[in-house]
């Protein structure tokens, strides 16, 4: 632990990079198309200052990165694993005086010209990892509260710097909360705290009772408890879609966690939504955002069950089915049993709506690429045998961006079909 501590304080303090990684020759290739990771399997050998006070680099410090031949890279954050480095700026030796700043300053700018920033919607990613240059870090904006996971040792030890520089750049903002406990790498010893206010402790309110606008909905925002930093954001743009077709509608929402299609489908007049989730503190958190944004006396029914058990009960019952479940592969060697379940769940929801129904389904796992999910989706309409249309090819939004020298950022995949 102490030398972590040393890593994280006196390296990044003296602003040195100390560590130069050199590749192998021609393993240049991707970092001159601007790809930000490198990998082991790279690197050729690891030179260390003459001042450096360690036998071995240590996690989340920054070093430089040269070719085969010497010439200068750029720089990252180094860690263990087989990506051993994260790009941070390419082409230079050292990291630009005030790259944090700047860096959300440019992230935050962007959300500005989406028209993200506005009085009926204050809840936006303002940073997304590789798809705005700072792999390993995701910070989301709740109204006043941003708040930041890291998924690699560099950017824990950056934390304070990124929260200073989010509230120089975002002006609504006055409290970060950092929530890294699930999202930080096991393998290193780890100096800190994973979970707590950065910025603004004092005037957070721990009651609980955090709202926020998404396009003049509120929804409840628990970054404190509930999953990743509170709300899936990234459906926004989908959840938008779902009410234009759920006037007149019997809708059902698979793994509703908040409810965000619930409310959506609400709002755009459906005739009866039901919302379930396997989990009793979702259902709890769905009635309290429908209640919320439409009092008591809505046509919605919130149920704590298992998705199969419920399907299995209900068929024929629905005009619009969203399936929206967590991810079935949160690795490599997952895919071919996640497949298998894509291919399962969606094939009973092909199966148990009516015809001329339209089912939203999807997958959240960068593992499956949207190849492999349309695949699993023929291969459940084919296995159930409907006639079924693709209506919409669904993703990400615009704030949840995918550098496009790094394709892996591409996560969220979707259909909209219309099942006969």
Known sequence: MHIYIFCCTFALKKNAIMITIRLKPHKEESLLRFHPWVFSGAIRSIQLDVDYPHAEPQEGEIVQVVSADGKVLGVGHYQIGSIAVRMLAFGVSELPTNFWRDRIAEAYAMRKRLGLVRDDNNSYRLVHGEGDFLPGLIVDVYADTAVIQAHSIGMHCHREEIAEAIISAVAQVDKVY??????????????????????????????????????????????????????????????????????????????????????????????LVHSVDVSQKAIDLVRSNVAHNFGENVPHEAFAEEAFEFLAKNENKYDLIVLDPPAFAKHRDAVKNALRGYQRLNAKGIQSIRPGGILFTFSCSQAIDKDMFRL??????????????????????????INIYHPEGEYLKGLVLEVE
């Open 376 to 401: 699993a989706v023929f291969s459940a309409a084919a296995q159930v045998g409907r006639r079924v249309r693709i209506l919409h090819q669904l993703h990400q939004p615009a704030d949840h961006p």
């Open 178 to 271: 950092y929530k890294s406990d699930d999202t930080l790498p096991h393998k290193a010893p780890i100096q800190g705290e994973r979970v707590g206010y950065l910025i603004g402790e004092e005037k957070a309110d721990f009651s609980g009772d955090f709202w926020a606008k998404e396009n003049g909905l509120d929804f409840r925002i628990d970054w404190l408890r509930g999953q990743k930093t509170g709300f899936f954001i990234d459906q926004r743009d989908n959840r938008s879609l779902l009410e234009h077709y759920a006037k007149g509608k019997e809708v059902l929402n698979m793994f509703c966690y908040t409810g965000g299609f619930s409310v959506y489908a609400l709002r755009g007049g459906a005739k």
